[in-house]
């Protein structure tokens, strides 16, 4: 991928902005992945409109962190595995792409059952079998990067516009309480952190937005662009990637926020405030909202996302594991053993707990992500604060203090989640 697609010479800003869209669409995918989909419905049915704040908090701190990613990524044209395993040694590597492994992993289990989940309601696929087809797409993958890097990325902005546009539908026909939904948007609620069981949620929903696997995603697709090597060639390189980051991320924000709002308008102000599980939500959806083809939007937007997050997590995975410990797989082995790792567990689950405990596993998986996050960010903000490898580009001080803020807030988080796990509160 590396300096892959060309940029346009143009004095023409859009035309040449126009040459660094796509990184930031692929790592928006896995902020409206499956795995959102389980906490956003759950926070919605069971807490209104509350968590919304959580949704635009992480939000932001995704659009910090992402911008790091990519200017690391830019700054030192390495990306942000090669950087830790040059910088803690051997064994830490290895501790650290353990952790990274765990975290795709947890990702592509949202998405194998979410993915299983759409196939079962829009097609009657039983849970098992759409597991087990959830393993095809890697064809899918390997055909389009054979053309090119830039058909996976058309194809990524494709889904995402689909997702978008069934639940901007939905969100007309949910008719939310808007004003409620603004003022939960910006204003927080201390019951977020005083209340344990909104806290587990509101920390799945971290870990659903922020991935782990997406810092070390960025750091190196934004490379893929052939822009000049030279300080000025970087610093429009950077600043064309934070545009097309940021854009991407708001259109996330508006996908989890409107996953959140009609579970909230549909199910928590009718009374169905145990909805956690997406079938559930399908079912009830469209008798709620009075529209029959609800359900079916609903449906084709899984699919979409599921199949969307699959390709980023293929991404990821190889970019981490020949990063941090220099093992090159073939792509199609590479994907077989990721999503290996995540149908076994999901068919175990399903044999033993029946479909009912799909619900649980996937928002334990976001749990997992959200725990593995600080593994990233804190190498990431230490290495672009640190001025012998980002040169001229090293974080300013009142940027250094906040990345320093979000890393201490987002450890303290996890930490606060543990001991309530510890305690049997969570």
């Not at 939960?184 to 920390?203: D, E, F, G, H, K």
């Not at 991407?248 to 409107?258: M, Y």
């Not at 997050?309 to 797989?329: D, N, P």
């Not at 987002?410 to 509160?425: D, E, H, P, S, Y």
Request: glycine share 8%; hydrophobic share 55%.
């Amino acid at each position: 991928m590396h300096s892959s697609v060309r940029i346009s010479g143009s004095r023409v800003y859009w035309k040449r902005l126009l040459g660094f869209i796509g990184p930031g669409f692929l790592i928006s995918v896995g902020y409206m992945d499956p795995g959102n989909w389980a906490t956003d419905i759950a926070g919605g049915s069971r807490f209104g409109y509350t968590l919304l704040f959580v949704i635009m908090l992480s939000n932001l701190m995704a659009i910090l962190l992402q911008s790091l990613a990519l200017k690391l990524g830019v700054a030192t044209e390495r990306d942000l595995a090669q950087l830790c395993h040059e910088s803690f040694g051997k064994k830490a590597s290895i501790l650290l792409w353990l952790g990274a492994e765990i975290a795709i992993a947890a990702c592509d289990l949202a998405e194998v059952i979410g993915s299983a989940i759409a196939l079962q309601l829009l097609f009657h696929i039983p849970l098992l079998y759409g597991v087990l087809i959830t393993g095809v797409d890697v064809l899918l993958i390997l055909l389009l990067q054979r053309w090119g890097f830039r058909y996976v990325e058309a194809l990524v902005i494709v889904l995402i516009g689909t997702i978008l546009a069934m639940f901007g539908v939905q969100v007309f026909l949910s008719r939310p309480e808007h004003l409620t939904a603004l003022r939960s948007l910006v204003i927080p609620s201390p019951q977020i952190v005083t209340n344990p069981a909104m806290l587990y949620i509101a920390i799945g929903i971290l870990g659903a937005t922020v991935m782990p696997h997406n810092l070390y995603l960025h750091s190196s697709i934004v490379q893929s662009r052939n822009y000049k090597r030279t300080p000025e060639g970087k610093r429009e390189a950077i600043h064309m990637a934070n545009v097309d980051s940021a854009m991407a991320l708001t259109l996330a924000l508006f996908v989890n926020a409107g996953i959140l709002i009609v579970a909230a308008a549909v199910f928590h102000r009718s009374g169905h405030f145990e909805v956690a599980a997406i079938e559930d939500a399908y079912k009830l959806l469209s008798p709620l909202v009075g529209a029959g083809f609800a359900s079916t939007l609903f449906a084709v937007a899984l699919l979409a996302s599921g199949q969307n997050s699959s390709i980023t997590g293929t991404l990821a995975g190889q970019i981490v594991m020949e990063g941090f410990v220099h093992l090159k797989v073939s792509q199609w082995l590479r994907r077989l053993i990721t999503r290996g790792l995540a149908i076994v567990p999901t068919i175990l689950v399903v044999w033993f707990n029946g479909e009912r405990g799909t619900e649980k596993l996937l928002i334990l998986s976001q749990v997992i992500l959200s725990l593995q996050l600080s593994f990233a960010v804190i190498p990431l903000v230490m290495f672009t604060s640190d001025r012998a490898k980002m040169g001229e580009f090293v974080n300013a001080r009142w940027l250094k203090g906040l990345a320093w803020s979000v890393a201490v807030l987002i450890a303290a988080a996890n930490g606060w989640l543990l001991v309530l796990m510890t305690q049997g509160k969570a």
